[in-house]
């Protein structure tokens, strides 16, 4: 059920789905068999960031479940500093190990120490051994620290190509490189930060915009648990932006519109803002602008 609130002075629609709810992937209710799975005898955890982030929603749950885990480690996507934060809170004695990785590279292709998890946990780290990583520009030639392109990879673990599909080899395998589809900079410390996916780049207007280094943005600006950028029509623009927000006891939807209005371009100005209560997952458990549509639009048509 879903409960709608509309304050047309700021376009702004929050919607609340009821509290309490379970926690769902597609069809999957998993924060139940999870924790039981933790707490008969895990010493070891792996998973994505968005199931950490759900995990730590049930702060006492993950406190007695997580006692005898000695090291949670990810995969899939980077970590931040708030599930760091959450996970250390809760249970000190943890090693916290983040790693990255594709399937094509089966599948581990970076890791961050955990001495550097502390000062560096907005990157994936370093290459694990018999990895090269470096960003490539739009001509595939490397580019300096700071400057932003595709992260690409070569090693031994590298698929050789995809079966029976020499289209999806080629684009994907050039001169020896699996070309990993995600945005990315070099620091001058050689460790790497993700900057989200190419084909989750919205073009409103003149300006291409990473909508996930919005989404940063405006979390590190605001009391809120998250927050996704929503590509939407526009008359003018051809695209503009609408955020759902998970909102945290601080949350204050006028704020977030005045922060924005403070310090993003106008044409980053959001029409809406919905309140939702669970994370936009896609079917693997990871966060892209299609499960974020998908979420969007099932959110609007359920109003």
Known sequence: MIS??????????????????????????????VFNLVESGTSMFYGVPSTYRILLRYPERFKKAFANVRVAASAGGSMDGNIVRSIRELSPEIRILPMYGQTEATARLAYLPAEDV?????????????????VFDSENRPVEPGITGELVARGDNI??????????????????????????????????????????????????????????????????????????????????????????????VDAIFAFCRKNLPGYLYPR????????PLSENGKISNRSIIEEYQHVKDSM
Not at 5 to 28: D, P, R
Not at 213 to 242: C, D, R
Not at 272 to 279: F, K, N, P, V, Y
């Open 4 to 33: 709608p609130h509309h304050a047309f002075g700021n376009s702004v629609i929050n919607s609340h789905l009821m509290a309490g709810s379970s926690v769902h992937i597609g069809t999957m209710n998993f924060v139940d068999p």
């Open 118 to 134: 502390d000062k560096f946990i907005d990157t994936i780290g370093k290459a694990i051994p018999g990895v090269t990583l470096e």
């Open 159 to 252: 698929l050789l190509g995809y079966l029976n599909d020499e289209t999806a080899t080629e684009k994907r395998i050039i001169d020896g490189w699996l070309h990993t589809g995600d945005l990315a900079q070099k620091l001058q410390c050689g460790y790497i930060r993700l900057l989200g996916r190419k084909d989750d780049l919205i073009k409103v207007g003149d300006h291409r915009v990473n909508p996930r280094e919005i989404e940063k943005e405006i979390e590190k600006g605001n009391e809120v648990s998250g927050v996704f950028v929503v590509p939407v029509p526009h008359e003018l623009m051809g695209n503009a932006i609408s955020l759902m927000v998970i909102p945290n006891q601080g949350t204050e």
């Open 272 to 279: 809406e803002i919905l309140l939702i209560d669970h994370l």
